[in-house]
């Protein structure tokens, strides 16, 4: 069975710094990964997708990369700012089903 | 729509009534998937529908929970007898054929059980 982690659970940081959120998965077998974040009391806005076959993708001050044979994805946001305070979420889509498992989520604030 | 739409944005129900929640998912979109966040945990995959296929129900917790997606568009959560620990926000998605591709989710139905 699938089992997505996060680390950090929270993670506070002054407005400029650049940083990383780590994200794992047991089985390797993955379609894909998807970055998402959660607002408070609000829905997923997706961020980035990274495809089995990619290593990373960018979207403005967001880079994600993906370590397929090792269970590991990483998202890295420079130059943070207060309005990426927010929970980032990743899930993973593997071979034995069609739906998403996620991980716990990282909660970032980003402070003036 | 722009997006997938969820409604209600917010259900109080008593302890025993049915709930329905709705999902209009992006148009164009042929699979839709219902997920679960109960307060201070992570997603919980309830259903995925995909096409004219039949539904992965092995997320259901039980068989008070029922889902159905009429005309391969809007989707229908059904919640029988409620109870307390029913409460969650309740997200809906939706994707493109594929397991490759992104899926987009709305803005949830926070139902709260009283």
């Known amino acids: 069975k699938q089992e997505v982690t996060q680390i950090p659970a929270a993670l506070s940081v002054p407005e400029g710094e650049n940083l990383v959120l780590n994200c794992s998965f047991t089985?390797?077998?993955?379609?894909?990964l998807q970055w998402f974040r959660q607002d408070p009391g609000k829905g997923l806005t997706s961020l980035l997708l990274?495809?089995?076959?990619?290593r990373e993708q960018t979207s403005g001050r967001l880079n994600a990369s993906l370590d397929k044979s090792s269970g590991r994805s990483t998202l890295y946001i420079a130059a943070s700012q207060p309005g990426d305070s927010a929970t980032y979420l990743c899930?993973?889509?593997?071979?034995?089903?069609?739906?998403?498992?996620f991980g716990p989520g990282t909660r970032l604030s980003v402070l003036p | 729509g722009a997006g997938v739409s969820q409604s209600p944005s917010n259900k109080v129900t008593e302890k025993g009534k049915d709930v329905e929640l709705r999902c209009d998912p992006i148009?164009?979109?042929?699979?839709l998937y219902w997920y679960r966040q109960s307060l201070g945990q992570g997603l919980e995959f309830l259903i995925y529908?995909?096409?004219?296929?039949?539904?992965?129900k092995s997320g259901l917790p039980s068989d008070r929970f029922s889902a159905e997606r009429t005309g391969g568009s809007v989707s229908t959560l059904t919640i029988q007898r409620t109870q307390q620990e029913d409460s969650a926000v309740y997200l809906c998605?939706?994707?493109?054929?594929?397991?490759?591709?992104?899926?987009?989710f709305g803005q949830g139905t926070r139902l709260t059980v009283v």
């Open positions: 089985d390797s077998a993955i379609y894909n």
């Open positions: 990274i495809q089995s076959s990619q």
């Open positions: 899930a993973v889509r593997d071979n034995y089903g069609q739906n998403f498992v």
């Open positions: 529908f995909q096409g004219n296929s039949a539904p992965d």
């Open positions: 998605a939706s994707s493109f054929t594929g397991v490759s591709t992104e899926a987009f």
């Open positions: 148009s164009g979109h042929t699979a």
